[in-house]
Nanobody, 126 residues
């Protein structure tokens, strides 16, 4: 069974930092792309960052460049999103997702990703 479970969300003041974690079971990150997404109320789900299969490419959305960093631990089969200098507009439910042998991961709409976690709430106060 393929599962992804996010953790690390919470309430933080503007300018603060959070690190989100995603524990993966049932498949290996060695042959899957992995990404982080968010969805705010009334908004479409958007891709924030992803790493393609085999770590061949890495993508960041313009809204989080220079603030967020994605990384993986292949031995633990986990992915992380380090979020710095958080802003109120970052408030959303954050998801991790994966897909088998996805290349150029930043070019795909979120709906095309195969496997999803349940999400973790991030709230940034002003």
């Amino acid at each position: 069974e393929k599962q992804l479970v996010e953790s690390g969300g919470g309430l933080v003041q503007a300018g603060g930092s959070l690190r989100l974690s995603c524990r993966i079971s049932g498949f290996s990150l060695r042959d899957h792309a992995v990404g982080w997404f968010r969805q705010a109320p009334g908004k479409e789900r958007e891709v924030l960052s992803c790493i393609s299969s085999g770590e061949t490419t890495k993508y960041y959305a313009d809204s989080v460049k220079d603030r967020f960093t994605i990384f993986i631990d292949n031995y633990k089969n986990m992915t992380y999103l380090q979020m710095n200098n958080l802003k109120p507009d970052d408030t959303a439910v954050y998801y991790c997702a994966a897909d088998f042998r996805m290349v150029n991961c930043g070019t795909y709409y979120p709906i095309t990703w195969a496997y999803w976690g349940q999400g973790t709430q991030v709230t940034v106060s002003s």
